[in-house]
């Protein structure tokens, strides 16, 4: 059974896509440019001659997992990204409220349930 410990009834938050089959985290990441690169460019200023600086690539989103949709309107997310979560959420709407969904989060640690939390989730059009 899934247990709670001492200073771990903070919520659980985060922002997550749903694209195709595929959860992805909504905190998009970009390659910063290496100090070695930064002195290059300040030197070129410096001297009169900034030259060209390369822009930063397309911001890289983390997959978190995969989500299947299942009987009676429900979905199943399967998050497993180590770096991030691992764990199951179900969700189905909310009664008498479309745009809200209600479930639970089984967080896994080596494979064994650890918390089971209770999730509300909106969507967000961004």
Known sequence: PATKGKGEDKPLEGRFRLEKTAIYDLSPTARLPT???VEKVVEGVQSGDPGKIKLPEKPQQKR???FQKTGAGRLRLDFDNKEAMVGTMTLFKEKGNADV???TFTERVDGRAARV???KARPVED
């Open 35 to 37: 100090k070695a690169e």
């Open 64 to 66: 978190l997992g995969q």
């Open 101 to 103: 969904w209600v479930g």
């Open 117 to 119: 939390w209770k999730i």
